[in-house]
Each structure stands twice: as C-alpha cells, then as structure tokens.
C-alpha cells in the first residue's frame, strides 16, 4: 500500500493520521502535498499519529521528523502517538541526523572559467552580429520596395520622429558640444602654452570639432536619447502583442515602425552634427578670447587660413552611417523583447552598448579610410 495522510483539527490541535507504506519510492507522491500541510501548521500543536502505518524506512521516518520540526513555534505538546516499537525506535534514531551535511562545492579551475566565459561571449557576440546583419538586410529590402511604391511612405510618422528624435535632442546636443569646445580649447591652450604654441589651439579646436567630436557626441547622445527610445517604444508593443496585431492585420511591422525611425534619424543627424560642429566652435572661440586674448574676428580668420572646407564634409559625411546603425540596433533590439519588463531593460540595454560600439567602430573605419585617401 502507497504511502497516505490525513489530518484533522480539534482544539487547536492539530492531527496528521499517517498509513501505507512510507518508504522512499512512494514519497514523491505525496512530498507536495505534505509539504503544503506542514506550511499550514505552522505555530499550531501537532500529533502524529503511527497506528496506520505499515511501513517505514529512514526516508519515511526523516520525512516525519521533518514534518515534526518544522516550525520552532510549536509547543512540547506536539508528539508521536501510537505506531509499533521499531517505527518509533527509527523514528528517534534519525532525529539527531535532519540537519543536512556541509557540502563543500568542487573546485573549479578559475582560468578554464575565464576561458569558458570568454568563448559564450564570443560566441554570443557572433549570433548577434549575425541577426543585425539580417536585421539590416530586411530594412534595405524594405526600403526598396517602398521607394518603388513612394505611397506606402509613411511621411506622416517620419515627421513626428524627425521632431521627437530629431529637434527634441537640439537643447542637449548643442549644450555637450559647447562645453566640450570649450573644454578642448582651454586644454589645448594649456598644453601647448609650454611650447610657446597657444595660437595653434585654433587648428586644434577646428579639426577635432569639425572632424571627429561634432559628429562623434551628437551620434553618442542619439545612440542614448533615441536609440534606447525606439527599443522601449517597440518593445513595449512587442510585450502588448501590438506587433502581431499588426501582422494578422496585414502590415509590415518593418514599414510601419522601423522604417520611419530610421528615415528621420538619417534625416535629422546631419542637422544634428552640423549644429553640434558650429557651437563646439563657438564654445572654443569664447575660451580663445578669455584665455588666449584672441578675437573673434582673428579665431575666424584664422580659421579660414588653416581649416579647409573638406575638414566639415569630413565630419558630416559620417553622419549619415551613424544615424542608421543607431535607429537599426534600436529597432532591432525591441523586436528582440521576449514579452517581460525584464528583456525590455535588458534589450535597451544592449541597445545603448551595441550603438555606442559600432558608432566607434565605423569612425575608426572612417578614420583610416580618410587617411588612405589623404582626405
């Protein structure tokens, strides 16, 4: 006969009728069951009693004790009843054994962890490039067949990104390359003061604005402000089944949410750039004036002397490249949201890391490019 309880309470007191066979192989029959009456009897008086049983092995007698124990609460009222003299003896003889033996866990050798670690990354990282790959070949797909059916344009939507993405991020963009122009020139005044140099800080804050940090800082920024608001944006429809509405409705969930995202911000970050370029410029020139006695009229003339035009097309041609892999990764990463506010902080996340990472990677690619052509 398998193992079987039951219980009743009278007077606050509790009592569990045991009877079977209450061995190891029919205890999983009942642990759950058993387990949820000992969590209810918790700070009530407990008898058990033996006289039904037929069985009992030392699993069957540590399960009772365990139920017997469980809750420091009860009084010394709670007792076994009953039962014949071996059960109760098997019973008392396991009670000094409940608390489980230290287990000391297996050594593990740190650098075939660190190797292991390094492989899943990798490995991880690859999967990953993979599906943005993908990702970025449904986009430009997508992107052909609407430019052959310019109706299926979503101008509408385009226009409220170019603003939320776009003009939205104006205030910050402008205030971060200010201050970094002004940053820039007061180092490189200070620096190059010791070579008797100061007059070249207008080179230095040109070419670095112009060139890498105008562009650079408004992709940054972007890549936090708007990348991580398209991964929140459609992965918050993607955990509100809002996407697989639109696909049982017969939309494109790539020409309905991604596309215009990624219109607008190819569209927007160049503006961006160039606004960013000009007050980093501004930003330098004031700390020109304040530290180095230089005017406006002599920074600009200046300017003009030594900073050619192909320094600005250097910078904004970047802008572009910068703006679709951001609103890509974005877009790519909330589509990726599995349907928990858990994924979706971790996929805006990785939203942020994976922009920021390839922004850096294509301006190094840009960086030795221009220098292969001597641009």
């Given at each position: ?298 920074f600009l003339a200046r300017m003009e002397e030594s900073i050619t035009i192909s320094n600005f097309w250097a910078g904004i041609i970047k802008a572009p490249f910068f703006a679709f892999i951001i609103a890509v990764v974005g877009c790519f990463q909330g589509m990726e949201v599995e349907g928990s506010a858990e994924s979706l902080g971790q996929r805006t996340t990785l ?25």
């Amino acid at each position: 006969m398998a193992a079987a309880f039951s219980f009743e309470t009278r007077d606050d007191i509790w009592r569990l009728r045991v009877s079977g066979e209450w061995r190891a192989r029919f205890l999983g029959d009942i642990d759950e069951d058993l387990r949820k009456f000992q969590a209810d009897s918790v700070g009530h008086d407990l008898i058990i009693d033996l006289d039904d049983l037929t069985g009992l092995d030392t699993a069957g007698a540590m399960v009772l004790q365990r139920v017997m124990r469980a809750c420091t609460a009860r009084t010394t009222a709670s007792h076994f009843r009953g039962g014949s003299r071996a059960h109760r003896a098997l019973i008392e003889h396991v009670e000094p054994h409940l608390q489980p033996c230290p287990v000391e866990p297996p050594w593990r050798d740190p650098f075939l962890l660190l190797l292991n670690r390094l492989g899943r990354g990798a490995y991880g990282a690859y999967i990953s490039g993979i599906k943005i790959l993908s990702f970025i070949g449904v986009v430009v797909t997508t992107l052909a067949r609407v430019a052959r059916d310019p109706k299926r344009l979503r101008v509408t939507s385009i226009a409220h990104h170019m603003e939320e993405a776009g003009l939205d991020a104006m205030p910050i963009i402008g205030l971060v390359s200010f201050l970094v122009g002004a940053v820039v020139a007061y180092m490189g005044a200070k620096t190059l003061k010791i070579f008797n140099a100061e007059i070249f800080t207008v080179e230095l804050v040109g070419l670095s604005v112009l060139r890498e940090f105008g562009v650079l800082l408004a992709a940054i920024l972007l890549a936090g402000r708007s990348g991580s608001a398209f991964t929140a944006q459609i992965g918050s429809m993607k955990i509100r089944e809002e996407i697989d509405a639109m696909r049982t409705l017969g939309l494109d969930p790539i020409e309905v949410l991604v596309l215009p995202r990624t219109i607008a911000l190819v569209l927007m970050t160049p503006i961006l750039a160039f606004l960013a370029a000009m007050l980093g410029l501004i930003g330098g020139g004031l700390v020109a004036a304040q530290a180095l006695d230089v005017s406006p009229v002599l920074f600009l003339a200046r300017m003009e002397e030594s900073i050619t035009i192909s320094n600005f097309w250097a910078g904004i041609i970047k802008a572009p490249f910068f703006a679709f892999i951001i609103a890509v990764v974005g877009c790519f990463q909330g589509m990726e949201v599995e349907g928990s506010a858990e994924s979706l902080g971790q996929r805006t996340t990785l939203s942020v890391v994976q922009s920021l990472f390839l922004v850096i990677v294509i301006d190094a690619f840009f960086a030795m490019f221009y220098l292969e052509i001597d641009f």
